[in-house]
């Protein structure tokens, strides 16, 4: 959603909702844990005023279980938190878990997916950053497409494969394509697919579906 104008929220929200987009995605940050500022509560109170999509909130702030309460997070949400943001994960995960919304992890393209192991029982999805967190239209991360190729084996392998993984960063047409055959199950669509310039939103977002499928 940092890529959807403010100018015209309301028109982009109304399209998302007549194409069937499953969620919003929340990017928020803090200028700590990422260093930019983005999408704050009240952002996301109002945005609830809006629309029945369920949110996909994205916590890129320094210990998000302090701070997973200012979002109100509600049954059928998402919520992602960085295992490098806190040296409490479990907590966050439980108290995510409280709200009623489904609890994930999230990982900088550096952070090996093996750190999550003890956490596997807990949480519906891995997010795995194909980016570096902060801003929108940078370039991906090559090495995150084998990335998510071992975290699906390694998940299927532990008996996780009801586990799924959502990759944000880059997701192009091409790219998203490539995730998809990776294992990816969720995508982040950003400034080089659904919020291509260059294309219709309805358009954008039936491509983007058509090269995941």
Partial sequence: MMCAGIQDLTGYINVFKQYGMEF????????VFVPNYALGVDYVRRLR????????????VDRPEDKLGWFDPQPGDMVSVHVESTA??????DRIRGTGAAPCVALNPGTH????????????????????????GQTLVE??????GGLRKWLNNLGYGDVEIEADGNVS?????????AGADIFVAGSSSVFDA???????????????E
């Fill in 24 to 31: 919003l995605h929340i990017d928020v940050m803090d200028g």
């Fill in 49 to 60: 005023q809006m629309t029945d999509i369920p949110l996909d909130i994205h916590l890129m």
């Fill in 88 to 93: 409490h994960v479990h907590r966050a995960i």
């Fill in 113 to 136: 997916f093996g750190t999550i192991e003890y956490v596997l029982n807990d949480i519906a999805a891995v997010l795995v950053m194909t980016v570096d967190p902060g801003y929108a």
């Fill in 143 to 148: 090495q995150t497409i084998d990335k998510i």
């Fill in 173 to 181: 047409f091409i790219n998203a394509k490539r995730m998809r055959l």
């Fill in 198 to 212: 260059t294309l219709e939103l309805p358009e954008a977002i039936k491509k983007l579906r058509e090269a995941v």
